[in-house]
């Protein structure tokens, strides 16, 4: 073989070679730049992410009291708002926190009818209605009402028959 030929395919190969290594750290580049904007973008969320946990917990913090049932103890309710459901959360406390937080952005100061439960998808869902409540007044004098007994039971009206 000819010099000149031995010349021209040492040059073309260490050509080949070369840009190769050129295509190689162009996209090392290129995906180092997306790894960046990706990250940038993680951060991102993850910060409007835990500003939304912490509004649902400063929400969630304005619930008095809850109740499975249609009463809650030591209150009285003084204006339904409407029912409320929150679905789609990994944990039935994470979706009762949630449903106390829109409860609470619909004005309620309490949860009744509170159910919470588990699908078969693995997600739990929470529903309840959201109530006004006050705390129910004690009464101010320890003496029985008029007409009552010690223990505070109303007495028999005396109608003249006889009681047995």
Same mark, same amino acid.
């Given at each position: 073989m000819d010099d000149?030929?031995?010349?021209v ?9 070369g840009l190769v290594?050129?295509v190689r ?10 790894l960046?904007r990706?990250?940038? =973008?993680?951060?991102?969320q ?10 649902i =917990?400063?929400l969630a913090g304005?619930?008095v009291?809850?109740s499975?049932t /249609?009463?809650? +103890?030591g209150? =009285?309710?003084?204006?339904?708002i409407?029912a409320?459901f +929150?679905?789609?959360?990994p944990s039935?406390s994470?979706a ?7 409860a609470a952005e619909k004005?309620a100061?309490a949860?009744?009818n509170?159910?919470s439960?588990?699908l078969?998808s ?7 209605d959201?109530v006004v409540?006050?705390?129910?007044a004690?009464r101010r004098?320890?003496?029985?009402a =008029?007409?009552?007994?010690? /223990?505070g039971a109303?007495a ?7 009681t047995?």
């Amino acid at each position: 073989m000819d010099d000149s030929v031995v010349v021209v395919l040492v040059a073309a190969a260490a050509g080949i070679v070369g840009l190769v290594l050129a295509v190689r750290l162009w996209q090392r580049w290129r995906w180092s730049a997306h790894l960046s904007r990706r990250r940038r =973008e993680l951060r991102k969320q993850q910060r409007a992410i835990d500003a939304r946990q912490q509004e649902i =917990e400063r929400l969630a913090g304005r619930i008095v009291s809850t109740s499975s049932t /249609t009463t809650i +103890a030591g209150f =009285e309710i003084v204006r339904q708002i409407e029912a409320v459901f +929150a679905d789609g959360h990994p944990s039935q406390s994470k979706a009762v926190e949630a449903l106390k937080a829109l409860a609470a952005e619909k004005g309620a100061n309490a949860l009744t009818n509170l159910r919470s439960e588990r699908l078969p998808s693995g997600k739990c869902v929470a529903q309840g209605d959201a109530v006004v409540v006050r705390p129910v007044a004690e009464r101010r004098d320890s003496s029985p009402a =008029e007409g009552a007994d010690e /223990t505070g039971a109303a007495a028999p009206a005396d109608d003249g028959r006889p009681t047995f």
